[in-house]
């Protein structure tokens, strides 16, 4: 069954840690986001990756770093320096960004819940 | 500055009657519109989405409406159903053909009654 995978489903970090998300998709997608929801909002852009080995930051990038060494692969970190990390994290991916693929919609993940102890 | 805006935070439905979620933008650069579903811890799945030359596209169940001129769009959903009890999350694609970014709604919870 091709789909986006997010691990772990559930995470705890201690103050001061780094933790990383994983997200891998078997749909042979180039571009891959990661968003994060609050309770009562929408989804919001942290990093977003068009092709291997680049990505960009999103609207709120401070705090996470991201790499992107394999197609199928995109973790997310979340550093010591995001001040709120307690979120809903959600990865997704999508066909080209240009020409006849271009009206592709983002499929999603079923997220990672983040929660500091 | 919220550029996408689903004002009603709920809505109840009775079985078999149609649901109407609807959506107001301000960027006139949105050029593609998409309506996501989305089941308590689970990541959103979706649903229709629209163009901006286009004004209404239809699947099944489900017909998005877009009038441009009002910056509105509309998800009817008919005949509704239980299962179709979710929060429904509206989302614009900004211009320049660019896919990367898109920006969400705040959502609305759809209860459809038995």
């Known amino acids: 069954d091709g789909g986006i995978t997010q691990s772990p489903k559930y995470l705890f970090r201690k103050e001061g840690q780094n933790v990383t998300l994983s997200c891998e998709q078997n749909l042979n997608h180039d571009a891959m986001y990661w968003y994060r929801q609050d309770p009562g909002q929408g989804l919001r852009l942290i990093y977003y990756s068009q092709i291997v080995n680049d990505f960009q930051k999103g609207d709120i990038a401070e705090g996470y770093s991201v790499s992107r060494e394999k197609k199928e692969s995109f973790p997310l970190t979340v550093t010591s320096a995001q001040k709120n990390p307690t979120a809903f994290y959600l990865c997704?991916?999508?066909?080209?960004?240009?020409?006849?693929?271009?009206?592709?919609?983002?499929?999603f993940g079923d997220g990672t819940r983040l929660s500091i102890l | 500055d919220q550029q996408v805006k689903q004002n009603s935070p709920s809505l109840s439905v009775q079985e078999g009657r149609i649901s109407i979620l609807n959506c107001d933008y301000t960027n006139s650069m949105f050029d593609y519109f998409l309506w996501y579903k989305k089941y308590p811890a689970e990541g959103p799945t979706f649903l229709i989405s629209?163009?901006?030359?286009?004004d209404k596209n239809e699947d099944g169940r489900f017909t998005v409406f877009l009038n441009k001129s009002a910056k509105h769009l509309s998800l009817h959903i008919v005949p509704s159903q239980p299962g179709d009890s979710a929060v429904y999350f509206c989302?614009?694609?900004?211009?320049?053909?660019?896919?990367?970014?898109?920006?969400f709604g705040k959502g609305t919870l759809l209860t459809v009654n038995p």
């Open positions: 997704a991916s999508s066909r080209g960004d240009r020409g006849p693929n271009s009206n592709q919609p983002q499929h």
């Open positions: 989302a614009a694609r900004g211009g320049g053909g660019s896919n990367y970014k898109l920006t």
């Open positions: 629209i163009s901006s030359i286009k």
